[in-house]
Nanobody
Framework: VQLQASGGGLVQEGESLRLSCVGS????????IGWFRQAPGKEREEILC????????YYADSVKGRFTSSRDYAKNTVYLQMNNLKPEDTAVYYC????????????????WGQGTQVTVSS
């Protein structure tokens, strides 16, 4: 099982970025994918859990209305579309796999990808 996050970069405040999380060794059909971020000196924050069914997904207040997630089952990939980026969004972003296809299970995350750096300048 592997997850590969990519798509980070340096953008200006108000711009957009799309991150990708490609999974291998498992099928997205059976797993929710979470997105986390960690800024320097801060704890890791779960910002979004993308469930198989959109109604089961979770968005942190800090990104609600600006970030969305989508899935491409043919590519076994989950995307994180980040709009109206702010300097406080600057962090290393990670994707992770839950044991279930929904976000409210008790099993948590059981596989992690490496991070991708997002830097938003003002």
């Amino acid at each position: 099982v592997q997850l590969q996050a990519s798509g980070g970069g340096l953008v200006q405040e108000g711009e957009s970025l799309r991150l990708s999380c490609v999974g291998s060794g498992f099928s997205l059909n059976y797993h929710a994918i979470g997105w986390f971020r960690q800024a320097p000196g801060k704890e890791r924050e779960e910002i979004l859990c993308a469930a198989k069914y959109a109604g089961d997904s979770y968005y942190a207040d800090s990104v609600k209305g600006r970030f969305t997630s989508s899935r491409d089952y043919a590519k076994n990939t989950v995307y994180l579309q980040m709009n109206n980026l702010k300097p406080e969004d600057t962090a290393v972003y990670y994707c992770a796999r839950r044991g279930a296809y929904y976000c409210s299970d008790s099993g948590g995350y059981n596989a992690w990808g490496q991070g991708t750096q997002v830097t938003v300048s003002s």
